[in-house]
């Protein structure tokens, strides 16, 4: 069941590099992951020898192209459980986001409802719909949080009893906290409270990390990003039914997305092309289909598995060292790897220029949770996040780079 992590390793150049001297310790997956050879092949594959546009050409390389793209889409619907022409290539989940806020909620809510959603979403799950929810007149709830990073469900309760919320934007799994929300259970209550609500989720930190049955989770929209899930940059999804997708109006309009235009106006293709304008991201799609391929490989049981081993390990050195505050859960089986720390009397970015110069890469900052951090009072955290190239190994240098931070700063 678990894989090798020394042998994966050589799957990722990056990793093989010096940085500022050192080994180059990487504990920034949260942010963007590495990328293996495989992925890298089938991006080049594409542009040296099946290198054309899709989906109107009618000449065999063109075909080519078109059947890595679509069966990119393919690949990524078994890995996610989802039906293909619900998937919707995005250029990350941010766009994912913002097609729900355009195509959905500004379209179809109206004044006097209400949108729930949680302090702890990323920017890409609480800008879009905030924003619309300021044009639109619309009034925003929030899920408040419990004392160990976990959305407090009872309050959440309360905020769905007048049964005006008809829009949810709740985050799978939290970038700053490593918190996993139970979003299926959240759907239900959202559903028993209006029948009509419809449940967006972000999925940014969960398809990387979990096994996700789209399907299963019995949500409207999940946002997906390829770039943290070993994929390339520039390439996400948006998964939901066919047919709701059908029902809505297009996000971004132009090429491709047509099925007829005439002066005056267009009619749609049929989905998801529909919300496909312009040339798609034909590499990114290939090397997005060979990040998939590596993942299945390793297996994501085996990958939740091998995260919770280290996040305890990570967890415990982080308890054990003095003047540490760790943001979230302490049960790894409820939490990601994604592990935000406060080092008492030291600036979260001293602490990320001491370990960067020993070449240890966390991230330090706000991590686009400005609502989260205010909620936590604090205006930035320290956050190491591990993922399957990880192991041990990477934690001493993390924890030395500290206490160095600890050393040089602290008054
Ligand atoms: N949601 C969460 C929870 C994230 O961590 C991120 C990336 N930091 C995003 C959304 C946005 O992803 P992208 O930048 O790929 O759109």
Request: some cysteine; charged content about 20%; aromatic content about 6%.
């Given at each position: 069941?678990?894989?090798?992590?020394?042998?994966?390793?050589?799957?990722?150049?990056?990793?093989?590099r010096?940085?500022?001297?050192?080994?180059?310790?990487?504990?920034?997956?949260?942010?963007?992951?590495?990328?293996?050879?495989?992925?890298?092949d089938?991006?080049?594959?594409?542009?040296?020898?099946s290198?054309?546009?899709?989906?109107r050409?009618v000449?065999?390389?063109?075909?080519?192209?078109?059947?890595?793209?679509?069966?990119?889409?393919?690949?990524?619907?078994?890995?996610?459980?989802?039906?293909?022409?619900?998937?919707?290539?995005?250029?990350?989940?941010?766009?994912?986001?913002?097609l729900?806020?355009?195509?959905?909620?500004?379209?179809?809510?109206?004044?006097?409802?209400?949108?729930?959603?949680?302090?702890?979403?990323?920017?890409?799950?609480?800008?879009?719909?905030?924003?619309?929810?300021?044009?639109?007149?619309?009034?925003?709830?929030?899920?408040?949080?419990?004392s160990?990073?976990?959305?407090?469900?009872?309050?959440a309760?309360?905020?769905?009893?007048?049964?005006?919320?008809?829009?949810?934007?709740?985050?799978?799994?939290s970038?700053?906290?490593?918190?996993?929300?139970?979003?299926?259970?959240?759907?239900?209550?959202?559903?028993?409270?209006?029948?009509?609500?419809m449940?967006?989720?972000?999925?940014?930190?969960?398809?990387p990390?979990?096994?996700?049955?789209?399907?299963?989770?019995?949500?409207?929209?999940?946002?997906?990003?390829?770039h943290?899930?070993?994929?390339?940059?520039?390439?996400?999804?948006?998964?939901?039914?066919?047919?709701?997708?059908?029902?809505?109006?297009?996000?971004?309009?132009?090429?491709d997305?047509?099925?007829?235009?005439?002066?005056?106006?267009?009619?749609?293709?049929?989905?998801?092309?529909?919300?496909?304008?312009?040339?798609?991201?034909?590499?990114?799609?290939?090397?997005?289909?060979?990040?998939?391929?590596?993942l299945?490989?390793?297996?994501?049981d085996?990958?939740?598995?091998?995260?919770?081993?280290?996040?305890?390990?990570?967890?415990?050195?982080?308890?054990?060292?003095?003047?540490?505050?760790?943001?979230?859960?302490?049960?790894?089986?409820?939490?990601?790897?994604?592990?935000?720390?406060?080092?008492?009397?030291?600036?979260?970015?001293?602490?990320?220029?001491?370990?960067?110069?020993?070449?240890?890469?966390?991230?330090?900052?706000?991590?686009?949770?400005?609502?989260?951090?205010?909620?936590?009072?604090?205006?930035?955290?320290?956050?190491?996040?591990?993922?399957?190239?990880?192991?041990?190994?990477?934690?001493?240098?993390?924890?030395?780079?500290?206490?160095?931070?600890?050393?040089?700063?602290?008054?």
């Amino acid at each position: 069941m678990a894989f090798d992590v020394a042998t994966l390793r050589k799957e990722f150049p990056t990793l093989s590099r010096e940085l500022e001297g050192h080994r180059l310790v990487y504990l920034d997956s949260a942010a963007s992951s590495q990328t293996p050879v495989r992925v890298l092949d089938a991006m080049d594959h594409y542009y040296r020898w099946s290198r054309s546009n899709v989906h109107r050409g009618v000449y065999p390389l063109a075909e080519e192209a078109t059947d890595l793209y679509e069966g990119a889409r393919s690949s990524l619907a078994r890995f996610v459980d989802a039906d293909p022409r619900g998937v919707v290539f995005t250029k990350n989940a941010t766009e994912a986001c913002n097609l729900v806020a355009y195509s959905w909620v500004r379209r179809e809510m109206h004044p006097g409802e209400a949108i729930l959603t949680t302090v702890m979403e990323h920017h890409a799950n609480h800008v879009p719909f905030t924003h619309a929810a300021n044009e639109r007149g619309l009034e925003v709830r929030h899920i408040p949080l419990t004392s160990d990073g976990q959305l407090d469900l009872e309050a959440a309760g309360e905020l769905l009893a007048d049964g005006r919320v008809t829009f949810a934007a709740i985050g799978h799994v939290s970038n700053v906290l490593g918190t996993i929300n139970d979003v299926a259970t959240i759907a239900d209550m959202v559903r028993s409270a209006n029948p009509d609500a419809m449940v967006q989720v972000d999925g940014a930190q969960a398809v990387p990390h979990l096994a996700v049955s789209f399907r299963d989770l019995g949500v409207d929209f999940y946002a997906v990003t390829g770039h943290k899930m070993l994929g390339p940059t520039g390439i996400g999804a948006l998964l939901a039914d066919p047919d709701r997708l059908e029902s809505m109006e297009p996000f971004l309009t132009g090429g491709d997305m047509i099925r007829d235009v005439t002066l005056e106006g267009a009619t749609w293709n049929d989905v998801p092309q529909k919300f496909e304008a312009g040339t798609p991201m034909i590499a990114e799609a290939a090397g997005l289909a060979a990040a998939v391929d590596v993942l299945t490989e390793l297996g994501m049981d085996a990958v939740r598995e091998h995260e919770v081993a280290l996040t305890t390990r990570l967890l415990d050195a982080l308890d054990a060292m003095p003047s540490i505050e760790v943001h979230g859960p302490r049960d790894p089986q409820v939490r990601g790897g994604a592990v935000s720390f406060a080092v008492d009397g030291v600036h979260p970015h001293d602490v990320g220029a001491m370990l960067g110069s020993r070449g240890v890469c966390v991230r330090v900052g706000h991590h686009c949770t400005k609502p989260l951090m205010r909620s936590l009072g604090v205006n930035a955290t320290v956050r190491a996040s591990v993922y399957v190239y990880n192991d041990a190994d990477d934690l001493p240098p993390l924890i030395d780079g500290i206490e160095a931070a600890q050393a040089f700063f602290a008054r």
